[in-house]
């Protein structure tokens, strides 16, 4: 297994990881009709915008990655103006059936919510890292994690937050080991956050 930079190659597959991973860790792709979704939410944007913080864990396929954003704000205007108004017209509001996955996330497109202001000051990147279950455990998601820091502090990062579901608790656990700590904790989840340096 090795990481390498993110290849324009990799979309489809990438998006596939993140739905084989969506479900708090575990295989959602039982969960939603539509297999695109997640990823034109957490995975596309990150490739359009940031492609230089895109690394991926190969083992003759894609099996994991981190994407991350040098800049949050920043991001979130870029996909304001060029991402989401595309996708809010693929995916109208009534696109699929009121209480499913799918609608969920149809309405999460069409009402985003930015981060806050108090942790951009101190945090102003963000992450997200997915490795399908055969990648796991092997120090891949280590070696991922330190990929990123040293992109994001070569960037001009300070320091990098992430949200992770309260019910992973697998993750909690290793992002806790990579030096993350809790910022913001409610039923549903965490915001973590940790220097680059
Ligand atoms: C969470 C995830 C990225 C971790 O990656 P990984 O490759 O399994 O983790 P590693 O093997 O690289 O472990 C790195 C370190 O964290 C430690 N660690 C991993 N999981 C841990 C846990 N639950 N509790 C405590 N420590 C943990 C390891 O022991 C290792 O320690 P060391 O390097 O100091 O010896 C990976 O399991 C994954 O992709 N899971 C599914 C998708 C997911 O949940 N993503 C996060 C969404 S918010």
Known sequence: MIIRPYAPGDDAALYDICL?????????????????LLGEIFVGPYLRFEPSLAFVVDDGAAAGYVLGARHTPSFEEACEQEWWPPLRRRYPRDSFPAGTRDAHYVEIIHERRNADPAIIDEYPAHLHIDMLPRAQGHGMGRALMERLLA????????GVHLGVGAANVRAIGFYERMGFAT?????NGRVMARATT
């Open 183 to 187: 910022l913001r904790a409610s039923e």
């Open 20 to 36: 084989r991973t969506g479900d708090n860790g575990g295989d959602a792709s039982h969960l939603f009709t539509d297999p695109r």
């Open 151 to 158: 992109a994001l502090r070569d960037a001009g990062a300070p």
